[in-house]
């Protein structure tokens, strides 16, 4: 049983809509992670939130949006995508220091129309 | 210059032999090292983690760091079909919780 969790597990949008992924994660975790993954490429860092602020962007466009309402939950907005924007989006939750371990959700399979 | 390398692969071993994954990073600072089983649809899973030169070993599964030859590998013995995946390592970087990913290495075994 994964203490990640991530909702939906598949979404179909088209490019002038407005949806939003949502994380939860249950094991007291302070960093939380979005990343975007490709076919057959490794996971692609987003966005990285500490103590529920912002403290990495990876110069992701603005038609993805962040929010980290407290530490348990963590969502992703989504507004005008692209069809390249189609990919399996994954939540992961860590500790803030020490390694830095990090477990992932299940991923959400974005298709954009 | 890739900052983590990895085979890509497919590796293809024997059902009961010692499948044998290996990366190296750039970075000589860096003190965390993880790797992940992918299988095909499905999120990657932390399987090992290890941060001090040597072996750990969990299992089957044994890591293995030489920070002096900036180099992680990781054994699984008496390998399972059910070991087929893409293995990932990962290294932390130096901004925050940051992973720097390897391409994966595509791990095949043949009963």
């Not at chain 1, 939860?24 to 500490?50: D, I, N, T």
């Not at chain 1, 189609?86 to 992932?104: I, R």
Request: aromatic letters at 10%; proline letters at 6%.
């Amino acid at each position: 049983d994964t203490e990640v969790t991530q909702t939906p597990k598949h979404l179909v949008m088209g490019m002038t809509n407005k949806k939003s992924l949502k994380c939860e994660q249950h094991m007291g975790h302070r960093a939380m992670y979005w990343y975007k993954q490709k076919a057959k490429k490794p996971p692609e860092l987003m966005f990285v939130y500490s103590y529920e602020k912002l403290s990495i962007n990876e110069s992701v466009p603005s038609r993805f949006s962040p929010e980290c309402p407290n530490s348990s939950l963590l969502n992703l907005h989504l507004h005008a995508l692209q069809p390249e924007d189609s990919a399996l989006y994954l939540c992961a939750s860590s500790q803030v220091g020490g390694g830095w371990e990090q477990y992932f959700g299940p991923g959400t399979r974005l298709t954009v129309t | 210059q890739k900052e983590v390398e990895q085979n890509s692969g497919p590796l293809s071993v024997p059902e009961g032999a010692i499948a044998s994954l290996n990366c190296t990073y750039s970075d000589r600072g860096s003190q965390s090292f993880f790797w992940y089983r992918q299988y095909s649809g499905k999120s990657p899973e932390l399987i090992m983690f290890i941060y001090s030169n040597g072996d750990k070993e969990d299992g089957r599964f044994t890591a293995q760091l030489n920070k002096a030859s900036q180099y992680v590998s990781l054994l699984i013995r008496d390998s399972q079909p059910s070991d087929s995946a893409t293995y990932l390592c990962a290294v932390k970087g130096n901004q925050g919780g940051k992973l720097i990913f390897g391409q994966g290495t595509e791990l095949s075994v043949k009963p």
